[in-house]
Protein backbone atom coordinates (compact mmCIF):
# COMPACT_ATOMS: atom_id res chain seq x y z
CA UNK A 1 0.00 0.00 0.00
CA UNK A 2 2.73 2.72 0.88
CA UNK A 3 4.50 1.60 -2.62
CA UNK A 4 0.92 2.61 -3.87
CA UNK A 5 0.73 6.00 -2.28
CA UNK A 6 4.11 7.01 -3.13
CA UNK A 7 3.66 6.56 -6.72
CA UNK A 8 0.33 8.53 -6.33
CA UNK A 9 2.64 11.36 -5.00
CA UNK A 10 5.04 11.23 -7.30
CA UNK A 11 2.65 11.43 -10.25
CA UNK A 12 1.06 14.26 -8.80
CA UNK A 13 4.99 15.82 -8.54
CA UNK A 14 5.81 15.16 -12.26
CA UNK A 15 2.24 16.87 -13.02
CA UNK A 16 2.93 19.99 -11.34
CA UNK A 17 6.38 20.29 -12.96
CA UNK A 18 4.88 19.87 -16.07
CA UNK A 19 2.62 23.01 -15.85
CA UNK A 20 -0.28 20.84 -16.56
CA UNK A 21 -2.77 19.29 -13.82
CA UNK A 22 -3.18 15.51 -13.97
CA UNK A 23 -6.05 15.15 -16.22
CA UNK A 24 -5.89 18.29 -17.34
CA UNK A 25 -8.13 19.15 -20.71
CA UNK A 26 -6.91 20.82 -23.88
CA UNK A 27 -4.54 24.01 -23.76
CA UNK A 28 -3.54 26.88 -26.26
CA UNK A 29 -0.43 28.46 -26.37
CA UNK A 30 0.37 32.19 -26.02
CA UNK A 31 3.59 33.31 -27.29
CA UNK A 32 5.75 35.58 -25.07
CA UNK A 33 8.18 37.51 -27.17
CA UNK A 34 11.37 38.95 -25.25
CA UNK A 35 13.01 41.16 -27.81
CA UNK A 36 16.08 41.65 -26.11
CA UNK A 37 18.37 40.96 -29.61
CA UNK A 38 20.86 38.79 -27.62
CA UNK A 39 23.24 37.21 -29.50
CA UNK A 40 23.03 33.57 -29.80
CA UNK A 41 21.88 30.64 -32.33
CA UNK A 42 18.07 30.26 -33.24
CA UNK A 43 16.42 27.38 -31.35
CA UNK A 44 18.72 27.54 -28.77
CA UNK A 45 17.51 27.47 -25.15
CA UNK A 46 17.16 30.86 -24.30
CA UNK A 47 15.61 33.63 -21.40
CA UNK A 48 15.26 37.42 -21.57
CA UNK A 49 18.56 39.10 -21.36
CA UNK A 50 19.26 42.61 -20.26
CA UNK A 51 16.51 44.74 -19.83
CA UNK A 52 14.01 42.10 -20.12
CA UNK A 53 16.60 39.57 -17.16
CA UNK A 54 13.06 39.31 -15.08
CA UNK A 55 11.61 37.13 -17.92
CA UNK A 56 13.33 33.83 -17.07
CA UNK A 57 11.94 30.40 -16.60
CA UNK A 58 10.45 30.04 -13.32
CA UNK A 59 9.41 33.98 -13.17
CA UNK A 60 5.83 34.22 -11.93
CA UNK A 61 3.27 35.34 -14.19
CA UNK A 62 0.15 36.11 -14.65
CA UNK A 63 -2.86 36.48 -17.33
CA UNK A 64 -5.73 38.89 -16.52
CA UNK A 65 -9.12 40.18 -18.26
CA UNK A 66 -11.17 42.40 -16.06
CA UNK A 67 -10.02 42.29 -12.98
CA UNK A 68 -10.32 38.41 -12.87
CA UNK A 69 -7.02 36.26 -13.26
CA UNK A 70 -7.22 33.37 -16.14
CA UNK A 71 -4.24 31.91 -15.38
CA UNK A 72 -1.10 31.81 -13.66
CA UNK A 73 2.29 29.69 -13.47
CA UNK A 74 5.61 29.89 -13.73
CA UNK A 75 7.30 30.91 -17.41
CA UNK A 76 8.42 27.70 -19.25
CA UNK A 77 12.23 27.87 -20.89
CA UNK A 78 12.49 29.52 -24.29
CA UNK A 79 13.73 29.07 -27.69
CA UNK A 80 15.49 31.76 -29.61
CA UNK A 81 13.86 32.93 -32.84
CA UNK A 82 15.84 35.53 -35.31
CA UNK A 83 15.04 39.04 -34.70
CA UNK A 84 15.30 39.69 -38.69
CA UNK A 85 14.12 37.62 -41.58
CA UNK A 86 17.35 38.13 -43.70
CA UNK A 87 20.24 36.09 -43.41
CA UNK A 88 23.18 37.62 -41.97
CA UNK A 89 25.90 34.79 -42.81
CA UNK A 90 26.90 33.30 -39.18
CA UNK A 91 25.30 30.70 -36.97
CA UNK A 92 24.95 33.46 -33.96
CA UNK A 93 22.72 36.53 -34.76
CA UNK A 94 20.02 38.63 -33.00
CA UNK A 95 17.89 37.15 -31.75
CA UNK A 96 14.53 37.74 -29.30
CA UNK A 97 13.43 35.23 -26.79
CA UNK A 98 10.45 33.09 -27.48
CA UNK A 99 8.37 31.14 -24.78
CA UNK A 100 5.20 29.53 -25.00
CA UNK A 101 2.81 29.77 -22.31
CA UNK A 102 0.23 26.82 -22.49
CA UNK A 103 -3.10 27.41 -20.83
CA UNK A 104 -6.10 26.23 -20.36
CA UNK A 105 -8.33 26.21 -24.55
CA UNK A 106 -11.54 27.33 -22.38
CA UNK A 107 -9.61 30.68 -21.05
CA UNK A 108 -10.87 33.39 -23.46
CA UNK A 109 -8.01 35.43 -24.12
CA UNK A 110 -10.06 38.47 -25.34
CA UNK A 111 -9.06 41.86 -23.89
CA UNK A 112 -6.42 39.54 -21.71
CA UNK A 113 -2.87 41.09 -20.39
CA UNK A 114 0.52 39.40 -19.25
CA UNK A 115 1.93 39.95 -15.99
CA UNK A 116 5.38 38.77 -15.40
CA UNK A 117 6.87 38.82 -12.08
CA UNK A 118 5.58 42.49 -11.23
CA UNK A 119 6.18 43.54 -14.93
CA UNK A 120 3.30 45.08 -17.31
CA UNK A 121 0.64 44.42 -17.98
CA UNK A 122 1.55 43.67 -21.54
CA UNK A 123 -2.09 43.18 -23.65
CA UNK A 124 -2.64 39.59 -25.71
CA UNK A 125 -3.45 40.26 -29.12
CA UNK A 126 -3.52 38.22 -32.22
CA UNK A 127 -0.49 37.44 -34.75
CA UNK A 128 -1.83 37.76 -38.35
CA UNK A 129 2.01 36.44 -39.67
CA UNK A 130 0.97 33.15 -37.22
CA UNK A 131 -2.37 32.80 -37.94
CA UNK A 132 -3.09 34.88 -35.44
CA UNK A 133 -1.70 33.34 -32.91
CA UNK A 134 -2.36 35.00 -29.21
CA UNK A 135 1.19 36.44 -28.56
CA UNK A 136 2.51 39.07 -25.84
CA UNK A 137 5.55 41.01 -26.83
CA UNK A 138 7.44 42.32 -23.70
CA UNK A 139 7.97 46.44 -23.90
Given at each position: ????????????????????A???????????????????????????????????????????????V???????E????????I????????????????????????????????H?????????????????V??
Amino acid sequence: MRAVVVGVCLLGVVAGCSGKAAGAGETQAVRLVVPDANIREPADPCSGARAFRYAHPEAPYELVADGDVLAAGALPEGRAEKAFSIDLGAARQPTVCVMSIEVPASVDLAGAELTVDGHGPVPIEPNPALDDAPEAVLR
